[in-house]
């Protein structure tokens, strides 16, 4: 959970907003994570809907410090995209 303070009040449509979400890690087996996430926020524009979508994915644990993702979302509301995709790396150091 959180909170975006928007320091800039040009625009009297903008306004400060929330933010929550929750996820979920399965390890399927050792190299590899199932993970899922629902997450939203009040969208800044106060003309726009809330904006919630869910995402679920893979993560493959390629050593200790390199990890390769894939996921897909799913949007709940006319103000987030229906879908979308994406494929990352996280490097620890």
Same mark, same amino acid.
């Given at each position: 959970?959180?909170?975006?303070?928007?320091?800039n009040k040009k625009d009297p449509n903008?306004?400060?907003?929330?933010?929550?979400?929750?996820? !979920?890690?399965?390890?399927?087996?050792?190299? !590899?994570? /199932?993970?899922?996430? /629902?997450?939203?926020?009040?969208?800044?524009?106060?003309?726009?809907?809330?904006q919630r979508m869910a995402l679920g994915?893979?993560?493959?644990?390629?050593?200790?410090? !390199?990890?390769?993702?894939?996921? /897909?979302?799913?949007? /709940?509301?006319d103000s987030t995209p229906n879908w979308?995709?994406?494929?990352?790396?996280?490097?620890?150091?």
């Amino acid at each position: 959970m959180g909170y975006t303070l928007v320091a800039n009040k040009k625009d009297p449509n903008l306004v400060d907003y929330y933010f929550y979400g929750g996820a !979920l890690d399965w390890e399927c087996s050792k190299p !590899l994570h /199932f993970v899922i996430e /629902f997450n939203g926020n009040k969208n800044p524009d106060k003309t726009q809907v809330e904006q919630r979508m869910a995402l679920g994915g893979f993560i493959y644990e390629v050593s200790k410090h !390199l990890s390769i993702d894939a996921t /897909f979302k799913k949007g /709940f509301s006319d103000s987030t995209p229906n879908w979308g995709i994406g494929i990352g790396a996280a490097i620890e150091f």
